[in-house]
């Protein structure tokens, strides 16, 4: 009867130490998740705001949180530029 007792007592103690593990890993990943965030988060040029990417007629461009500038990253300024050939604000300023 006592290897019994002594047995379950291990198993729930190797339960409870498993247990811990799985939520320190997952804090752990938590926080590594969190730093990645920060660590890839774009700063504005003009006043070191936070670039958020938000969706100009179907192309991603980036937005400051701050002084609201937008700003656009490789190749878009020339997608927005064949979309708004022939009609658009864009074609009427620079058109």
Known sequence: MSAELD??????????????????IEKMKS???TENAHATELKCPKC???LIESDFENIK???CDI??????????LA????KDKNEGWFARVFG
């Open 7 to 24: 047995e379950r007592g291990r198993a729930l103690e190797n339960e409870y130490f498993h247990r811990k593990e799985r939520e320190l």
């Open 31 to 33: 926080k590594m998740h």
């Open 48 to 50: 070191d705001g936070k």
């Open 61 to 63: 461009i980036d937005v």
């Open 67 to 76: 002084c609201t500038g937008a700003w656009l990253d490789a190749g878009e």
């Open 79 to 82: 997608l927005i530029v064949d």
